[in-house]
Antibody, heavy 124, light 107 residues
Framework: QVQLQQWGAGLSKPSETLSLTCAVY????????WSWIRQPPGKGLEWIGE???????NYNPSLKSRVTISVDTSKNQFSLKLSSVTAADTAVYYC??????????????????WGQGTLVTVSS | DIQMTQSPSSLSASVGDRVTITCRAS??????LNWYQQKPGKAPKLLIH???SLQSGVPSRFSGIGSGTDFALTISTLQPEDFATYYC?????????FGQGTKLEIK
């Protein structure tokens, strides 16, 4: 059974960098695209970006200038850094697996396993 | 970006009712449409992928239909555990985008 467990600081100050990590347990880490998705309080879902084991990434253009997603295959972990945060970045951040594997374009893909979510509040 | 628009934004229904939620894409996405259910404080759960394929373990009272720009999720006989928020998501292109959600409440 695949499990995603995520952690990171729950409070960031404006202009600082938000940092979260997601660990994958069970199943294969290789071949899948691993995503970050966020949800502002009371609002809908926004896809941030994704990474595969090789380090290849895809980002949402709306956040691309501020986002870095990295991977540590030795630990089956991937991480999110979002720089220059403002109050608009306050959200629950989720990590998720995109299925099927080796699907860069991802036409028939979907998010089948999710982390538990981390609320990150941006406030001074 | 492809915009996904769900209707209604909220819906009140009773246990045993049949309900339908619709999702419209701003351009054709073929059948590359997924549906998720989210309960308060929890991560979304995949219900249906590729417009009509039921995810393993999801009850058969959930069904999906559609192609091109218009899609629908139907719950045939509402159960108490179905009261939640539902989201559609397109997988036709990046950025992957979601609808704004439909909150299904108990009447």
């Amino acid at each position: 059974q695949v499990q995603l467990q995520q952690w990171g600081a729950g409070l960031s100050k404006p202009s600082e960098t938000l940092s979260l990590t997601c660990a994958v347990y069970g199943g294969s880490f290789t071949g899948y695209y691993w995503s970050w998705i966020r949800q502002p309080p009371g609002k809908g879902l926004e896809w941030i970006g994704e990474i595969i084991h090789s380090g290849s990434t895809n980002y949402n253009p709306s956040l691309k200038s501020r986002v870095t997603i990295s991977v540590d295959t030795s630990k089956n972990q991937f991480s999110l850094k979002l720089s220059s945060v403002t109050a608009a970045d306050t959200a629950v951040y989720y990590c998720a697996r995109r299925f099927p594997p080796y699907s860069n374009i991802g036409l028939r893909s979907y998010f089948d396993y999710w982390g538990q979510g981390t609320l990150v509040t941006v406030s001074s | 970006d492809i915009q996904m628009t769900q209707s209604p934004s909220s819906l009140s229904a009773s246990v045993g009712d049949r309900v339908t939620i619709t999702c419209r894409a701003s351009q054709s996405i073929s059948r590359y449409l997924n549906w998720y259910q989210q309960k308060p404080g929890k991560a979304p759960k995949l219900l249906i992928h590729a417009a009509s394929s039921l995810q393993s373990g999801v009850p058969s009272r959930f069904s999906g239909i559609g192609s091109g720009t218009d899609f629908a999720l139907t719950i045939s006989t509402l159960q108490p555990e179905d009261f939640a928020t539902y989201y559609c998501q397109q997988s036709f292109t990046t950025p992957r985008t979601f609808g704004q959600g439909t909150k299904l409440e108990i009447k």
